[in-house]
């Protein structure tokens, strides 16, 4: 190799380095906060100054997963609120896609004027674009009125509500960065608009309507404030849960913390596969 | 026997009126053209004509059918869009075979259909290519078959070949002629491209601001334009403008301009004082030597070379005559340099004529 060449690549090789060592460090300030937490929900005793806990067991575990009943640990059985959480999750993530999907079809393909389309999807961003504890509190006043108070219903409404300013937003824009022709030249040659929507459109839109049905499952999942006004006191989903506890009992709430996160990692891998399969069928410009 | 005939189309968006009372005939296998400017309304008629959009006023009939207001997949037309349209999640089979499947042909015919359409466009072996896959002219060329493949009474283009560079579009004009011809297939193209429309078409309709300006064969187009937009439209033109100053016999007329440069043309139905234009094509222009100035009298006119360009085959001229630019393709073998003085002379009978409208 010239001198040249030599110093080129050992240029390259302190540039690879940085950028490892960049993406080191950028991974561990991802991941410390779960591996904190991870050391936590095994941890029986761990007092100051110890940098490790000094005993560990996976006792929290078991308590939290109803397996073991130890009333000294001032740990519950939280998978009924597990199964809550999800089980809410998943009607929410159905009902909003039932609705954002013609939605944003319609805003993106149908001939509505500009300033419709602008206040409609203005009035789907409204929810969140206002302080969530008084816009919840006015709710559950306006639940109680109504009996949905307290109830499995009224949480699911109140998902809904918030999972479609994401839902909506994003089907629209996912819509609309398909080109009109690819409809239009299936309608030329024969289709009716509902099989050139279903065997053109869907499944080009498929990426993008599977991440906001992903983000509204997450949002719900995670979802406090509104839960917490409505739901109480006789709906308690896992996020409540962690509330509760996260005052008094670290390892407890460091248990229900990754019994949250399990999901959406779960969801996150799912959809790294699904992803990269449509892509390949990409939308060509 | 007319196979598509638009009587009164008409067509507003807002405050714009795109496509203003059209009229027109299409014969069994020919080529139309729809040509003009941007906006003159030429994609909004074939945009209706496809059922994308509902006219506001008039009607069209395919074979007599009257499809005014036929959604797209009751007309029975195939459609080639300017990116192509091919849908990117299918391979080229299943971009052919969507068609077919939805008219219920057997598989077996399916098969063949796809099978000689892709050798008409001359890419079998094709079938299982994505369309990223694919160049340019090629995926222009699998829209193409995927129009064809359903056998459509006609075949709507829109300005299909304005996405391929220039080498690439002459090819495939030549190529969609020869499938034209060999299919008989009745088609209505639009296109800016008023080289492309004068190649490939039995007939050219010249649209400006949603009206008809002039219906004819290239041939016509070109010889006889009906007005100064047309004549300007259509190949390299320039201009002088001028009055009708005086009539000689057989229909010779001349024309003083303003700066009083007096030039013979041919043109009936004028009279002393009307405004006229006189379109010079850019290859009217002849220079001169001694012999022709001894042999011509009239339209002899002496200018200066403003710019030259040097193109290979031909060197483009842009000439001075009074306050007036001419432009003009000759040989390279003549060289005349910025500045030079020359002496040119414009064949009279070669000048197209067009009054002032009113």
Redesign the interface.
């Known amino acids: 190799m010239s001198k040249e060449e030599k110093s080129k690549s050992n240029k390259f090789i302190l540039r690879k380095t940085i950028e490892i060592i960049l993406f080191i460090i950028f991974l561990f300030l991802l991941f410390a906060p779960i591996f904190s937490t991870l050391i936590w929900s095994v941890a029986i005793r761990w007092y100051w100054p110890n940098t490790f806990p000094q005993e560990i067991g996976f006792d929290y575990w078991l308590q939290a997963l109803g397996i073991i009943k130890n009333l000294t640990l001032g740990a519950v059985n939280v998978l009924p609120a597990f199964w809550l959480s999800l089980g809410i999750a998943i009607v929410v993530v159905i009902i909003s896609m039932l609705i954002s999907i013609p939605a944003g079809y319609a805003l993106s393909k149908l001939k509505i004027p500009h300033m419709i389309k602008g206040i409609i999807l203005i009035l789907f961003l409204l929810p969140r674009a206002f302080p969530q504890q008084p816009v919840f509190l006015n709710l559950m006043l306006l639940f109680n009125k109504v009996g949905l108070n307290g109830t499995v219903t009224g949480v699911v409404l109140v998902h809904i509500v918030v999972g479609l300013v994401y839902a909506v937003w994003i089907t629209t824009s996912t819509f609309n960065s398909i080109?009109p022709?690819?409809e239009?030249?299936?309608?030329?040659?024969?289709?009716?608009?509902l099989?050139a929507f279903s065997?053109?459109t869907l499944?080009?839109a498929a990426p993008g309507l599977v991440a906001s049905a992903v983000f509204v499952f997450l949002q719900s999942m995670f979802e406090f404030t509104g839960t917490f006004f409505v739901g109480l006191p006789f709906v308690t989903t896992l996020p409540m849960t962690l509330y509760s506890a996260s005052g008094s009992n670290i390892q407890f709430a460091s248990v229900i913390a990754i019994l949250l996160l399990i999901p959406s990692i779960i969801f996150m891998i799912l959809i790294q596969k699904f992803l990269k399969a449509e892509y390949i069928?990409?939308?060509?410009? | 026997m007319a196979v598509l005939k638009v009587e009164g189309l008409s067509k507003r968006f807002g405050s714009v009126q795109a496509v203003d009372n059209i009229y027109f005939e299409v014969k069994d296998g020919q080529v139309l053209s729809l040509l003009g400017p941007s906006g003159c309304g030429k994609t909004t008629t074939l945009r209706c004509l496809a059922g994308f959009e509902m006219p506001d006023k008039g009607k069209i009939f395919l074979d007599n059918r009257d499809i005014s207001y036929l959604t797209p997949e009751q007309r029975g037309i195939g459609m080639v869009f300017q990116n192509y349209a091919l849908w990117p999640h299918m391979t080229v089979y299943k971009n052919l075979f969507f068609g077919l499947q939805i008219r219920k042909f057997e598989k077996g015919e399916i098969e063949e259909k796809i099978k000689r359409a892709l050798s008409i466009v001359r890419l079998s072996g094709y079938e299982d290519r994505y369309p990223r896959q694919l160049s340019g002219g090629q995926q222009q060329r699998i829209a193409m078959a995927r129009a064809l493949v359903i056998e459509p009474d006609i075949m709507l283009l829109d300005e299909p070949l304005s996405n391929l560079d220039a080498q690439l579009r002459e090819e495939m004009r030549f190529e969609f002629i020869e499938l034209q011809r060999k299919l008989g297939i009745t088609a209505i193209y639009v296109t800016h491209d008023q080289a492309e429309a004068m190649v490939i078409s039995d007939k050219i309709i010249i649209l400006n601001q949603g009206r008809v300006v002039q219906i004819g064969t290239p041939r016509e187009i070109y010889s006889l334009p009906q007005n100064r937009f047309v004549a300007g439209f259509i190949a390299v033109t320039s201009f002088i403008e001028g009055v009708v100053n005086d009539i000689e016999k057989g229909d010779m007329i001349v024309i003083k301009t303003e700066d009083n440069i007096l030039i013979h043309g041919i043109r009936s139905g004028l009279q002393i004082g009307d405004k006229v234009s006189v379109a010079i094509r850019i290859n009217t222009v002849r220079f001169i030597n001694g012999d022709t100035e001894k042999k011509e009298s009239k339209n002899i006119f002496e200018g200066n070379i403003v710019q030259a360009s040097y193109l290979g085959d031909i060197i483009d001229y842009r000439i001075r005559l009074g306050k007036w630019t001419i432009r003009t393709d000759s040989n390279a073998q003549i060289t005349y340099q910025v500045a030079d003085r020359v002496h040119i002379y414009l064949p009279p009978e070669e000048l197209i004529i067009t009054p002032e409208e009113a």
């Open positions: 080109p022709e690819l239009e030249a299936a309608r030329s040659i024969g289709a009716s608009r099989k065997r053109i499944p080009l069928g990409g939308v060509s410009g």
